[in-house]
């Protein structure tokens, strides 16, 4: 009586779990909630005027990415969302004239603003007005975070 009673409560879960799994939303366009252990990306584009080019770090808990951006390009990095320890900050600059830096900062990616992004993807544009945030379902960019500060930089 007792094995038949576990491989009861065994069934049960199996479809309590089945039910679950299927009722969770994964694809691109649904995408409501951040799943832990699913993959999420960021993605920084340099759409600033002129030829400036962008020096960025980017940071979580556990890791710092660091790259330089020339205009119009863009990076792209992905990791899997660990509800504890993901979150991720930029910070950037750029020269605006010899001697002269612009530096800014925003929260890139948190598990709360899924439905921000509209997907999987957190997709960045950084203008001249500031850090841009594309939503995948409208198609449209959003201003999230303008430009902090303007300093100068002495000659090395």
Known sequence: ?????????????????????????ST????????????????????????AVLHFACRSTEDVITRDLAPNAQFEFEFRYNPIATDWNCYMGY?????????????????????????????WSTRDSGFWL???KSGQY???NSWRTSVAVSPV
């Not at 009586?1 to 939303?25: C, D, E, I, P, R």
């Open 1 to 25: 009586m007792k094995g038949n009673m576990a491989w009861h409560y065994l069934f049960l879960f199996t479809l309590f779990f089945l039910a679950l799994a299927s009722s969770v939303q």
């Open 95 to 123: 020269n605006i004239t010899q001697g002269q830096l612009r530096a800014g900062g925003f929260h890139a990616w948190s598990s709360g603003n899924v439905p921000k992004y509209g997907g999987v993807h957190a997709i």
């Open 28 to 51: 691109e366009e649904e995408e409501t909630i951040a799943l832990p252990g699913h993959k999420y990306f960021i993605r920084l584009t340099n759409n600033l005027s002129g030829s």
């Open 142 to 144: 959003t201003l999230e």
């Open 134 to 136: 594309f939503h995948i």
